[in-house]
């Protein structure tokens, strides 16, 4: 049985210690992030054919970055299939959480890859500023360009609305690169039409400026990513779980709350006191609303460790360093 998921473990210390998991909407989860992963693969995919073929008509050497771009955006989807593969198998001795994790190895991987984007994007503009080179068949390199955001746009659409519903910063930050990767086709459209006017240095201009766009977009996604695998979490989840934790009308207060995204699964710690007449059943009893009320507040969380105490024991004495007490 997955830790968590109807488990349910008693301790000495205080009256007990209730491990309470959600009826698993996470399986669901990792199928969804599957789906959107397969998908924006395929979609990236027939966009990088499309432009290629356009590449062989013209001879761009900007639409041939743009469409190497492309199936790098594409070829990010790899680690995601792995990780999200993975996350669906069940738990073992040596692996007792599973294997979220990966989804947040995966997010740095892909971060590596938006900012070897810049990199590549940054050398072929400032390469081609004093090297330039001539573009033929502008239509069709536009007709490429357009092709190539419509593509990515659609994937980063698909993309970052999936992660955003089952929470995996992992694929948001993907959604992320395919979007850059878009403005990048939009960059040699610029580009086309400054040579068509009779602007050479259009297309090289525009690549320094998409540069920086993805600088930007690494910066923001690395922030995300980082702070996950840092156990970081954001403020307001600690406070909706404290919130939801006295509501309960048992809990005399909740003396301390510790939580941390593994993948896209939530884990947290709370630490509640209850009144010290109460047996050890009444306590267990109390432990499972608590963990039921913080189901009901966050969708996404996977494991519930509620730590049950009498009110007046000295919590920052005993658990200021292993539950979070505050």
């Known amino acids: 049985m997955r830790p968590g998921r109807g488990a ?165 930050a993907d959604g992320y690169h395919a979007r850059v990767d878009g403005f990048t086709s939009l960059g040699v459209l610029a580009g086309a039409a400054g040579v068509w006017l009779g602007f050479p240095l259009a297309d090289p201009l525009v690549g320094l400026v998409i540069t920086a766009l993805i600088l930007w977009i690494v910066w923001k996604s690395a922030k995300t990513v980082f702070t996950r695998m840092l156990d970081g979490v954001e403020p307001e989840t600690l406070e909706t779980i404290r919130h939801a934790a006295a509501h309960v009308p048992q809990v005399a207060s909740v003396a301390g709350v510790r939580a941390r995204w593994v993948g896209h699964r939530l884990h947290a710690e709370v630490n509640i006191a209850v009144e010290p007449e109460m047996t050890v059943a009444e306590g267990h009893a109390v432990a499972k609303a608590v963990s039921r009320e913080i189901s009901h507040h966050l969708t996404h969380m996977d494991l519930a460790t509620i730590h049950v105490e009498p009110t007046g024991a000295s919590c920052e004495n005993r658990h200021e360093h292993s539950t979070g007490c505050t």
Request: aromatic residues 8%; contains cysteine; proline residues 4%.
């Open 8 to 172: 349910h473990a008693h301790s000495h210390d205080g009256i007990g210690t209730h491990c309470h998991g959600i009826v698993d909407p996470q399986i669901a989860a990792s199928a969804q992030g599957l789906r959107a992963v397969t998908w924006g693969f395929v979609g990236l995919s027939l966009t990088a054919l499309l432009q290629m073929a356009a590449v062989w008509l013209s001879g761009s050497v900007a639409l041939l970055a743009d469409t190497i771009h492309n199936i790098g955006d594409a070829a990010t989807a790899i680690p995601l299939w792995i990780a999200f593969t993975l996350d669906r198998a069940k738990p073992n001795r040596r692996f007792p959480f599973g294997y979220g994790r990966l989804e947040d190895l995966a997010g740095v991987a892909i971060v590596l890859t938006i900012l070897a984007s810049a990199a590549l994007a940054g050398f072929e503009s400032i390469r081609r500023i004093f090297h330039p080179r001539e573009v033929t068949h502008l239509p069709a390199v536009a007709a490429a360009a357009l092709i190539g955001f419509l593509g990515n746009e659609l994937v980063a659409f698909y993309r970052m609305k999936m992660g955003k519903k089952i929470q995996s910063a992992a694929l948001v």
